[in-house]
């Protein structure tokens, strides 16, 4: 027996020893290949020829030098784009080269923009990596600045991002113009319109990156010499990168970087196994590159002496047929993970020590979980207590035993003693009468159709009565021939959220009714405001006078204000003008504006002066309305010589257009009607004549939030300078270009004596 074993363990020996051949020369080759690559794309870039013709130019160079291909190609290498990014001048020796270049990606990007013609007048330059999740990380940058880049250092595998489209479909983009129409794609670096290329970086004719170049302004087009040069230059990058970047372990600090991090703390015992592939791809080992902080070896030694190894050295006892190195290549092949729940793993130990081992595919190489099952009572009370704070309990149904089995939270939700179970075809004695159905359709859901269910529904606890919101999940579980054996699921108890979704629409429900409300507010009054408010061009025709009075709203939309203005014939003969302005907008504002207007012409009949008319509506407003305050101008006007007394309550003057020429008359002494119950106020007489204007107006007619409102006087009276021909057109006219911007109401009555 001894012999045996001594020619076996010789055998593995012979065995491991042709592997560890086998992965040298794989690493010469791929190293000699990787540089000729490099070198042939740069003979492309700085010759604009093909590659077949750089490769047949390497060789007449080689030839001529006598120099091997391999070595020229080192030394054209070593002195142009490479040297931007690898630590130490390269040496003579392919191999060698291609072991101690340490690409970074943001020197690569920099070297790229900054020196390789085909780059010439771009704008920014950068580089994307593939993650294993599908989506792409900024490997390097240069031009786009650091915050431009860091917006755009993780791009999620669900984004319509051009780099992502270029990797994943393996296509080049490219946009001389910018973005094409009705493409919204978000964009890194310069705007939607300037020229763009974004082409696949690619190894053995898979993608695993992407490089892309931006131009600060659009092109005409895209030569073909111009594609074939950023194509090359493109696989230039990639021969920089590495074929093997996105799948070299933690070490590269680019993709797997966080994969790694997450299985830090998912699994005590972890390794990552890099495959090492020779001649046509073919799995030639695998290297363990990293392995978790908390990695337990069942031979007892460190994660140091792990590490660097293959995996068939580590553990010869897998060398089988249909160990663990042989499963590891096939889940490589298949992407399917194998799971093993009885394994040795010694180490070259006899400590027959069993293990529960899963493989999974992760980048170009396999990770390997283990765990002791014993374990397996420590992890189920760890899922116990995150089901007690989700406040979620689950469950399984045999169907063939009738046998069910809850978690301690399941029978908390239900109040339902340890030990009594609701049955799946029991549930619905359980729930109100409304919530019957929608147990009927999952459970029909789940035995009939054979499908995953989910439902929302109440329940009524055993223990207390209370009625319970639950969300319930449930998919079957089917033999070999698709027979139904058994349902597993969980519940949940979401009566929080229900109660809040109930309480939003209440909310909503009161917050519809608040606005209708206020839309019927303000309906009624834009219809008492257009009820008393004049609208016709020409109010009065008076013997010898027209009056035009105009009336602009704030706009579609805003709220009705307390702008008014009046024009009627009283008894007396004479003329009553007046324009008012009650603070405030919406309904308050309107019916404030109609008691005073409806005060001034009552009191108007009485025949009194306008300073004694607006001393009577101050005292009207002071005390029979509630927090009413306004300006107003009241003037009467006697057409038997042409005089006309008026009087003002805090607001602006009239202006007079006399021979073209327009002017603002001087102020009489009147203060805001409404605020003290005793004002009184000055009158001033002016006499007008034939072709004279009048003009009365409110502040929204001219005030500006730039100017003062001398300025904005000023600009009136220039703007109404000019010879009044019809007072109807002149009224339009100053409505019209009036400059205002404060978004208020504005009144204009115009009068022309004739």
Known sequence: MKTSDSGERAKLTDLVGWQRRELDRAHSDAAARSVIDVATGMLMERLSCSAAEARQQLDRLSSASGITPTDLAAEITGQH????????????????????????????????????????????????????DGGLELAGEAGLGLREASRWRRIPPDMAFPALRAVRENTEIWWPRGRPPGDDSPLAGRGADCARAVLPLRSNGASFGALEI?????????????RRRIAAL??????????????????????????????????????????????????????????????????????????????????????????????????????????????????????GLLLEVRIAGLLDGVVITWRDPADAE????????????????????????????????AFALFGQPPGFPVRLADLHDRVPAQD????????????????AATAVFRVVRADDGSVRQLRAFAEPVTGPAGDLLAVRGAYQDVSPQFHTQAAFEVAREQLADTEERAREEHRLAVRLQ???????????????????????????????????????????????????????????????????????????????????????????????????????????????????RWARAGHLPPVVVRSGTARTLTLPQGMLLGAEP????????????????????????????????????????????????????????????????????????????Q
């Open 81 to 132: 784009l490479l040297t931007a990014f690898a630590p130490a001048p390269y040496r003579t020796s392919a191999a060698r080269a291609t072991a101690e270049a340490a690409p970074d990606g943001a020197r690569l990007a920099a070297a790229l923009l900054e020196e390789a013609p085909s780059a010439k007048g771009a704008a920014s330059a950068a580089i994307w990596l593939m993650e294993p």
């Open 530 to 644: 257009q009820a008393i408010t004049p609208q016709s061009s020409q109010l009065v025709e008076a013997v010898g006078l027209d009056v035009a009075a105009r009336y602009r709203p704030a706009g579609r939309g805003h709220l009705v204000s307390g702008d008014w203005y009046d024009a009627v014939l009283l008894p007396t003969n004479e003329v009553l003008l007046a324009v008012g302005d009650v603070a405030g907008h919406g309904i308050e504002a309107v019916t404030g504006m109609v008691s005073l207007r409806n005060f001034l012409r009552g009191l108007a009949i009485t025949g009194a002066g306008p300073g004694t008319l607006l001393g009577w509506l101050n005292s009207a407003a002071y005390h029979l309305v509630d927090d009413i305050y306004g300006t107003a101008i009241c003037g009467t006007y006697d057409p038997g010589n042409r005089t006309l």
């Open 378 to 409: 420590r992890l189920a009370t760890q899922l116990q207590q995150a089901q007690w704070l989700g406040k979620i309990g689950s469950w399984e149904e045999n169907l063939v035993t009738g046998e069910a089995r809850w978690t301690e939270p």
């Open 214 to 226: 931006c131009w600060p302004t659009a092109l005409s087009a895209f030569s073909a010499p111009l």
């Open 234 to 351: 493109a696989d230039t990058c990639a021969q920089a990168l590495g074929t093997g970047l996105p799948h070299t372990g933690p070490s590269a600090g680019y993709a797997a970087a966080w994969i790694f991090g997450l299985l830090d703390g998912l699994h005590e015992s972890a390794l990552f196994a890099r495959a090492v592939r020779g001649d046509h791809g073919m799995v030639a080992g695998l290297v363990v590159e990293w392995v978790s902080r908390g990695f337990r070896d069942p031979a007892g030694r460190p994660a140091t002496d792990i590490t660097g190894h293959q995996l068939l050295e580590l553990y010869p006892e897998t060398a089988t047929t249909g160990g663990l190195c042989d499963r590891a290549i096939q889940v490589l092949a298949s992407g399917e993970p194998q799971h093993f729940p009885s394994v040795a793993l010694a180490g070259g130990a006899s400590s």
């Open 436 to 451: 019957i159905p929608a147990v009927q359709a999952f459970r029909d859901r789940l035995l009939r159709r054979r499908d």
């Open 678 to 753: 005793d004002a009184s106020y000055q009158e001033a007489t002016i006499s007008l004549r034939p072709g004279d204007a009048l003009l009365m107006f409110t502040d929204g007619l001219i005030e500006r939030r730039d100017q003062s409102l001398d300025d904005a006087l000023h600009a009136l009276t220039h703007l109404a300078s000019r010879p009044v021909h019809d007072i109807g057109t002149f009224a339009d006219h100053l409505l019209a270009r009036s400059a205002s911007d404060t978004d208020d109401d504005a009144c204009l009555v115009a009068v022309a004596v």
